[in-house]
């Protein structure tokens, strides 16, 4: 099992650009989250889903968008990237949202110049 | 909104002594995580405290979750070299939001 994957590993974006972070889980969880962690800020959540065909808004939702494509697969997009963005971003899964460890990916670092 | 304070958010020590970061919440947890994330790496989940006065361990490591269930700890005996990384709580508030609240983190250093 490869447990939960994401792709790039790396990205540098320019001011403006769009672009989609995938992640991926192997572990029939139902609940996704994806997460940024800026230096001494810790692990700030984005957006999360609870379950398939549902998302909720995290603590610094805004500039971004997310989508629960099965069960499987939860994207982060960037439509128009800015500086603030810049940051290292992890998927996690879980079984469920309230008393489930989470599993984290191994994260994707972008920098927007 | 919600917060877990953590506290310190540094801690050097040398090998062989002891480290204990804590967890702080003005408001009651259902429940609280420990996460351990290595340089370069991504959190790892260590463990889970669900009932008030709790204390699990594992190992050298140490955790406890206060009688109000407010705040928690995590104490390290006698640190490794292999203890390095930043420790993060997590807290979790239950009702309708479920998810956790991450605290900013402790970073262990350990000088051999």
């Known amino acids: 099992n490869a447990g939960v994957t994401q792709t790039p590993k790396f990205q540098v974006l320019k001011t403006g650009q769009s672009m989609t972070l995938q992640c991926a889980q192997d572990?029939?969880?139902?609940?996704m989250y994806w997460y940024r962690q800026d230096p001494g800020m810790g692990l700030r959540l984005i957006y999360y889903?609870?379950?398939?065909?549902?998302?909720d808004k995290g603590e610094v939702p805004n500039g971004y968008n997310v989508s629960r494509l099965n069960k499987r697969e939860f994207s982060l997009r960037l439509e128009s990237a800015a500086p603030s963005q810049t940051s290292v971003y992890f998927c996690?899964?879980?079984?469920?949202?309230?008393?489930?460890?989470?599993?984290f990916g191994p994260g994707t670092r972008l920098t927007v110049t | 909104g919600q917060q877990v304070m953590q506290i310190p958010q540094y801690q050097h020590v040398q090998e062989g002594e002891d480290f204990t970061t804590y967890c702080n919440s003005s408001?009651?947890?259902?429940?609280i995580q420990w996460y351990k994330q290595r340089p370069g790496g991504h959190p790892v989940f260590l463990i889970q405290?669900?009932?008030?006065?709790e204390v699990k361990k594992q190992k050298r490591l140490t955790f406890q979750f206060g009688e109000a269930k407010k705040n928690s700890s995590l104490h390290i005996t006698a640190t490794q070299t292999t203890d390095v990384g930043t420790y993060f709580c997590?807290?979790?508030?239950?009702?309708?939001?479920?998810?956790?609240?991450f605290g900013k983190g402790t970073k262990l250093s350990v000088k051999p």
């Open positions: 996690a899964s879980s079984f469920g949202v309230r008393a489930y460890e989470q599993y």
């Open positions: 572990m029939n969880h139902n609940s």
């Open positions: 889903s609870a379950s398939e065909g549902t998302t």
């Open positions: 408001t009651t947890l259902s429940n």
């Open positions: 405290l669900v009932k008030s006065g």
């Open positions: 997590a807290g979790n508030y239950g009702g309708s939001q479920g998810n956790l609240i």
